[in-house]
């Protein structure tokens, strides 16, 4: 049972039934940076949602958020930042290049404003760890542990294809919710999501306990702020927004057949059609002769048996995420940047 193809097909689930932003893979500890990485994070929308979609395609540094730059007088650069000047510079940059900031020029100096106020656009974190076989649970028990005394998303579920028993219940801490989720024969797509347990909500507002290095006897922890975790929950909220689910890749092999499922439909997609022609759906990379969606970077290659070589099939993902999701590859906010460019070419 491949945990890749589980987590693509409810990615793909969860976009067409939710609102808001889907990822998956994201770095959800505080004190230990990659510490703990959250399988798929739902991002539900706050009140200005739209002013955050019209902003900017892409993620926004935190520490660019976090600085004194706002909308109003642009600030020499120098006196807005608070952290290291390398970091701060990188801020700035990847700021401007998000369309986030604008620069002038005065006397040599630069100074830098925010082209709109950041908007208040996300109401809920939800994280979903996945667990399709539950006989093999790795390290579930520690990780769901680390999100509920941390309280960094607002709730966390537990998604699995077995059959949950009254013992496995008992196992998971008290506030994390537990889905069984159905997927069809193929494994490809999602028909059912079976709430087992609604989770509850965890302690965002309350200083959270993370847990460190786990010796014989003795586990290693640090004190979270709410601050902290404030900090935290808006960058991983941003970069939930730039990079959304579909990281992965195509094989180029002739038996990928790639594949558009939308909740429990289903239809192949010769890798020929062009973008118009293709379904609504989300589309994953889907093996014929193994009869699964496959992790093309570290299954695909000469190396496996079924391997034949052909042309990777071209999947404009931008187009995809763009047609399914209130996510605008072009928003407002950046060709508003653009014709004030034009203005002084
Ligand atoms: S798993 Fe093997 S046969 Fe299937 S697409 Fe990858 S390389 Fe090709």
Redesign the pocket.
């Known amino acids: 049972m491949s945990e890749f193809a589980f987590e693509l097909a409810l990615c793909a689930h969860l976009e067409g039934h939710r609102e808001g932003i889907v990822a998956r893979q994201l770095g959800g500890s505080v004190a230990d940076p990659g510490g703990r990485i959250l399988d798929i994070v739902c991002v539900e929308p706050g009140p200005e949602f739209a002013d955050r979609v019209a902003l900017t395609a892409d993620a926004i540094p935190g520490a660019a958020i976090e600085s004194a730059v706002g909308p109003g007088r642009a600030r020499y650069w120098k006196d807005a930042f608070d952290c290291h000047r390398e970091r701060a510079r990188r801020a700035i940059d990847d700021a401007i290049d998000a369309g986030f900031f604008e620069r002038e020029r005065r006397n040599g100096r630069e100074y830098v404003r925010q082209v709109a106020r950041y908007p208040d656009w996300v109401d809920r974190l939800v994280a979903i760890e996945n667990k399709p076989d539950l006989g093999r649970p790795g390290d579930l028990d520690r990780q769901l542990r680390t999100d509920v005394s941390l309280g960094l998303v607002d709730v966390a579920i537990l998604a699995t294809e077995s059959y949950v028993t009254r013992a496995h219940l008992h196992r998971l801490p008290d506030a994390v919710g537990v889905w069984r989720v159905h997927r069809t024969d193929r494994g490809d797509a999602v028909t059912e999501i079976e709430v087992v347990r609604e989770p509850t909500s965890l302690a965002v507002a309350e200083p959270g306990i993370e847990p460190l290095a786990v010796q014989p006897g003795q586990t290693d922890v640090a004190v979270v702020s709410p601050e902290a975790k404030a900090r935290m929950r808006r960058r991983l909220a941003e970069r939930a927004y730039g990079k959304g689910w579909r990281t992965y890749a195509f ?1 180029g ?4 057949e790639p594949e558009s499922v939308s909740g429990s439909d289903r239809e192949s997609v010769p890798a020929a059609v062009s973008e118009t022609d293709r379904t609504d759906g989300a589309t994953l ?1 889907y ?4 009869g699964g969606v ?1 992790d ?1 970077r570290s ?3 000469p190396s ?5 070589a052909a042309d990777r099939p071209a999947i404009d993902f931008e187009a995809e995420r763009a047609r399914r999701t209130p996510w605008d590859p072009d928003p407002e906010g950046e060709r508003r940047q653009q014709s004030g460019l034009d203005r002084f070419t």
């Open positions: 094989p092999c002739r038996s990928c990379p093996c014929a002769w193994k496959v093309a299954t695909c290659g496996c048996p079924g391997y034949e």
